[in-house]
């Protein structure tokens, strides 16, 4: 295979612009000549070996901070949005994505946030007569989407979140403690915990400061729940720097964002990075060792294993899904170039929706995507009940996943045959923008293809893709 050129004009002047150099300053400390510089931040050329080297050398740049992880995400959600029928007369070429993603990435986020509010719109168009004489009647972004969007940009990892939660699991010298030195945190606040016979998972009363905790949830989920509460008090004036950098359009975004740092930081005390990536490469990410080595569940283990993009220090590229049993994206991060739909559910190819069929097994797939990138997925069902009986029982399936260059150092790639073609299933994105032409689940034709309809002919599908 080919070696793929390195583009990333646009990290080259963000470097440039933190730390106040001039061009030609900058190309001086570079070794390389004014235009060539030019050139590179324009994506005319390619960053030579000889430059990224030197800015590891002088300015200790993490050259995986190179990578074109963030313009293959814009890329993605570009596409899935121009596969908007709005725009089927007007499709870019994917060059012309592609450009607009490395040499103008605000640009393309702005067209992103164009598309989302229009989308609104539309929906709220389509339900007019509800919406007639209500005072919210109007085009405001959803606050779910753009807290979202936040931590799909943020690769879904927050360094200063993240180390200060580290710092608070190894005060207490083993993760183990982890449950006893939240309770004691929280004492030392004044606040009492109990537990109660409740559906609530968690209730703090702040004029009592009184946390209650559901004595009917697992083990796990308590622990979790008490590192949160442990975040939203002792590590309020860390999250609300954090919000306020965000620069969050609605208060309500900012709420839900503030509860998902918190989330954040009970999942990084609970797995501390360290000692986390330290124990998922010596168990080749096993997801059942990881998780009583930790005391957390499946999912928050899978989630865990997504957010090690700490620079300098990045774990294997993993996403990871999650899924209703409608086929709705309820939770969703990509630090490999799959990319997932924005809207709607996921490829019905795609071994996470068959977990539902096999409860309690961990199944494993080979997939390739349309762009030729092949990928080893593990899927399961997550089942979160009630606690009693009659309460709703919650279920949905995850996926965590990498690329196959990745495989080896996975424990679920033992005994699965690498190297044969047709030992990879072809998945997709989105079916409006997916190109596999002959898939027996399209729901949608493409919309940057032809159709041609025979009515004397009925194949798999009810028309051809020219």
Same mark, same amino acid.
């Given at each position: 295979?080919?070696?793929?050129?390195?583009?990333?004009?646009?990290?080259?002047?963000?470097?440039?612009?933190?730390?106040?150099?001039?061009?030609?300053?900058?190309?001086?400390?570079?070794?390389?000549?004014?235009?060539?510089?030019?050139?590179?931040?324009?994506?005319?050329?390619?960053?030579?070996?000889?430059?990224?080297?030197?800015?590891?050398?002088?300015?200790?740049?993490?050259?995986?901070?190179?990578?074109?992880?963030?313009?293959?995400?814009?890329?993605?959600?570009?596409?899935?949005?121009?596969?908007?029928?709005?725009?089927?007369?007007?499709?870019?070429?994917?060059?012309?994505?592609?450009?607009? @993603?490395?040499?103008?990435?605000?640009?393309?986020?702005?067209?992103?946030?164009?598309?989302?509010?229009?989308?609104?719109? %539309?929906?709220?168009?389509?339900?007019?007569?509800?919406?007639?004489?209500?005072?919210?009647?109007?085009?405001?972004?959803?606050?779910?989407?753009?807290?979202?969007?936040?931590?799909?940009?943020?690769?879904?990892?927050?360094?200063?979140?993240?180390?200060? @939660?580290?710092?608070?699991?190894?005060?207490?010298?083993?993760?183990?403690?982890?449950?006893?030195?939240?309770?004691?945190?929280?004492?030392?606040?004044?606040?009492?915990?109990?537990?109660?016979?409740?559906?609530?998972?968690?209730?703090?009363?702040?004029?009592?400061?009184?946390?209650?905790?559901?004595?009917?949830?697992?083990?796990?989920?308590?622990?979790?729940?008490?590192?949160?509460?442990?975040?939203?008090?002792?590590?309020?004036?860390?999250?609300?720097?954090?919000?306020?950098?965000?620069?969050?359009?609605?208060?309500?975004?900012?709420?839900?964002?503030?509860?998902?740092?918190?989330?954040?930081?009970?999942?990084?005390?609970?797995?501390?990075?360290?000692?986390?990536?330290?124990? @998922?490469?010596?168990?080749?990410?096993?997801?059942?060792?990881?998780?009583?080595?930790?005391?957390?569940?499946?999912?928050?283990?899978?989630?865990?294993?997504?957010?090690? %993009?700490?620079?300098?220090?990045?774990?294997? *590229?993993?996403?990871?899904?999650?899924?209703? %049993?409608?086929?709705?994206?309820?939770?969703?991060?990509?630090?490999?170039?799959?990319?997932?739909?924005?809207?709607?559910?996921?490829?019905?190819?795609?071994?996470?929706?068959?977990?539902?069929?096999?409860?309690?097994?961990?199944?494993? %797939?080979?997939?390739?995507?349309?762009?030729?990138?092949?990928?080893?997925?593990?899927?399961?069902?997550?089942?979160?009940?009630?606690?009693?009986?009659?309460?709703?029982?919650?279920?949905?399936?995850?996926?965590?996943?990498?690329?196959?260059?990745?495989?080896?150092?996975?424990?679920?790639?033992?005994?699965?045959?690498?190297?044969?073609?047709?030992?990879?299933?072809?998945?997709?994105?989105?079916?409006?923008?997916?190109?596999?032409?002959?898939?027996?689940?399209?729901?949608? *034709?493409?919309?940057?293809?032809?159709?041609?309809?025979?009515?004397?002919?009925?194949?798999?599908? *009810?028309?051809?893709?020219?």
């Amino acid at each position: 295979m080919a070696t793929q050129k390195l583009y990333a004009g646009a990290k080259l002047r963000e470097l440039r612009t933190r730390i106040g150099h001039t061009q030609k300053d900058f190309a001086a400390k570079l070794g390389v000549s004014l235009p060539y510089l030019n050139q590179m931040e324009n994506n005319n050329r390619p960053v030579s070996t000889t430059v990224v080297l030197a800015l590891a050398q002088e300015f200790g740049l993490d050259v995986t901070e190179l990578s074109e992880g963030d313009s293959e995400r814009l890329v993605s959600d570009m596409r899935e949005a121009l596969a908007d029928p709005v725009f089927a007369e007007t499709l870019p070429p994917l060059a012309d994505l592609r450009l607009a @993603a490395s040499n103008a990435p605000t640009f393309a986020h702005a067209f992103l946030k164009l598309h989302r509010n229009y989308r609104q719109m %539309q929906e709220r168009l389509a339900s007019l007569d509800e919406a007639l004489g209500r005072e919210d009647a109007r085009a405001t972004p959803s606050p779910w989407e753009e807290v979202r969007d936040f931590f799909h940009y943020c690769d879904n990892y927050i360094d200063a979140v993240d180390r200060a @939660a580290e710092h608070f699991a190894t005060k207490q010298g083993t993760h183990r403690n982890i449950r006893v030195a939240a309770v004691a945190t929280l004492g030392n606040s004044d606040v009492t915990v109990e537990f109660a016979e409740t559906d609530r998972l968690r209730l703090y009363d702040a004029a009592a400061k009184k946390l209650t905790l559901s004595r009917r949830a697992p083990a796990e989920s308590q622990t979790f729940q008490l590192l949160l509460q442990v975040a939203l008090i002792k590590q309020d004036a860390l999250l609300e720097a954090t919000l306020d950098l965000a620069r969050f359009h609605t208060a309500e975004a900012r709420a839900i964002a503030k509860i998902g740092l918190a989330n954040y930081f009970a999942g990084a005390a609970l797995m501390p990075y360290t000692k986390f990536q330290q124990v @998922a490469a010596e168990c080749r990410h096993d997801l059942e060792v990881l998780a009583g080595h930790f005391g957390a569940s499946i999912e928050q283990v899978a989630h865990r294993l997504s957010t090690l %993009q700490r620079p300098g220090s990045k774990g294997i *590229p993993f996403f990871f899904v999650r899924v209703d %049993q409608a086929g709705t994206i309820t939770k969703r991060h990509s630090a490999t170039r799959l990319q997932f739909a924005r809207f709607g559910g996921a490829c019905p190819l795609w071994n996470v929706h068959r977990a539902f069929e096999l409860p309690g097994r961990f199944l494993r %797939q080979l997939a390739e995507t349309p762009d030729g990138v092949r990928y080893i997925s593990l899927a399961r069902d997550v089942t979160k009940p009630g606690g009693r009986f009659g309460a709703p029982v919650r279920r949905y399936a995850i996926a965590l996943g990498c690329e196959i260059r990745h495989a080896r150092d996975l424990v679920y790639a033992d005994g699965m045959d690498l190297t044969t073609d047709h030992a990879f299933e072809p998945i997709g994105i989105s079916c409006r923008i997916c190109e596999r032409t002959t898939c027996h689940q399209r729901a949608v *034709p493409p919309l940057e293809r032809q159709l041609k309809v025979d009515p004397n002919l009925r194949d798999v599908l *009810p028309y051809s893709i020219e």
